[in-house]
């Protein structure tokens, strides 16, 4: 008998897989599945004066969403996909990040749900005088779903004008949000112009469950360091003016938010509620230009950081991108679930530095009739 609620869909229990396993169910039940892909991670470069030295934020992984009936005894096969590997920079390295793994759910009286991996972030270092253009990591597909196949947010991508020989720029951006149906949100995108020889620096936010990250699109000449906000769980953040460093006003009345501290904290509370995504409320976290970044709590993406700090991490949203100059031994933010990691570069044979790691996989079942 079905419990009553909302269009009878009161849930009476929940399973949730973070590891590959088996399900077989010990009685006949209706459920709500979410099959959730794993992010791509952050590419990685260090580079050198006379380079526009990129690393793009990693792709968030699909999501597939059924309505399915189970049946007692019949043994289903849960496989969950891994994130994509963080890339730890060497002297002098360029490195693209990792994809994400694929996550599925199949049964003999089912149609298999596969949502797959994000893709992974690029790293390049070009030295041509000439607009380079670098994408961020493509946001992974989902089949099967009888209600909805949702494709995941992209990375952060980067335009930069290089108008001389020595012209130098060094730009990270963030990595892109689980899609939760109100859209494929991505990392903050830069468009800019190194117009100078002293390295302009920038690094962006990754996107959120209900916007995307904020984009900069100031000149070095306008502003040589900019750092954006990571998107919100309830909406898009502002994208910064040419002539602001960083800051912009923080969006989203409802915004609790871990702040960084030295290194990538654990971020707090699982978003789980009586609607499963319902708490993915998380207002936007503000980036920063001289120390370490917000983590995004819930559903909003990690901020980015030029300095000598970290990137935010973010439970589904993409980690915030990191540009920490020459310090060794910073990361940028990863994601927990799903969302892309976020990029990371540096400069002038620095080594140590780690780009964000792509969230793991998930599945949800969400029992809602027996």
């Not at 793994?101 to 972030?121: E, H, K, Q, V, Y």
């Not at 946001?139 to 995941?152: K, P, R, S």
């Not at 000598?308 to 990361?331: C, E, L, T």
Request: charged share 5%.
């Amino acid at each position: 008998m079905a419990l009553v609620g909302v269009n009878g869909q009161t849930q009476i229990f929940d399973y949730y897989y973070t590891i590959s396993t088996t399900l077989t169910p010990a009685f006949n039940f209706a459920a709500l599945v979410h099959v959730i892909g794993a992010g791509g991670s952050g590419g990685a470069t260090d580079g050198e004066n006379g380079a526009i030295c990129i690393g793009t934020g990693g792709g968030a992984g699909g999501h597939a969403i059924s309505r399915l009936n189970f049946t007692s005894g019949v043994t289903y096969t849960i496989t969950i996909g891994a994130g994509g590997d963080a890339i730890t920079t060497s002297a002098a390295s360029v490195s693209d990040g990792n994809a994400g793994g694929a996550s599925s759910i199949s049964g003999s009286d089912i149609t298999t749900m596969t949502a797959n991996g994000g893709g992974a972030g690029q790293g390049s270092a070009p030295t041509s005088i000439a607009t380079h253009t670098e994408a961020g990591g493509t946001g992974g597909t989902a089949t099967g779903g009888n209600i909805a196949n949702l494709t995941g947010g992209a990375g952060g991508a980067v335009s930069c004008v290089k108008d001389g020989n020595n012209r130098t720029g060094f730009i990270a951006t963030g990595g892109g949000a689980l899609n939760i149906g109100r859209g494929a949100f991505a990392g903050g995108s830069v468009t800019t112009s190194a117009t100078s020889n002293t390295g302009l620096r920038r690094s962006t936010g990754g996107g959120g469950v209900g916007g995307k990250a904020a984009d900069l699109t100031g000149t070095y000449s306008e502003v040589n360091n900019q750092a954006g906000n990571g998107g919100a769980g309830v909406g898009p953040a502002a994208n910064l003016s040419s002539s602001s460093t960083g800051n912009a006003t923080r969006q989203g009345a409802l915004y609790p938010y871990v702040a960084l501290a030295g290194n990538a904290n654990d971020a707090l509370n699982m978003a789980f509620g009586q609607n499963i995504f319902s708490s993915l409320i998380a207002g936007t976290t503000v980036g920063n230009v001289a120390s370490g970044s917000e983590s995004g709590y819930n559903g909003s993406g990690g901020s980015g950081t030029v300095g000598a700090g970290y990137g935010g991490v973010s439970m589904f949203g993409g980690g915030g991108s990191n540009q920490p100059s020459a310090y060794a031994n910073r990361s940028a933010g990863l994601s927990y679930f799903a969302g892309g990691g976020g990029g990371m570069v540096t400069w002038t044979n620095v080594t140590g530095n780690v780009s964000g790691r792509g969230g793991h996989g998930l599945v949800i079942i969400r029992v809602l009739e027996v």
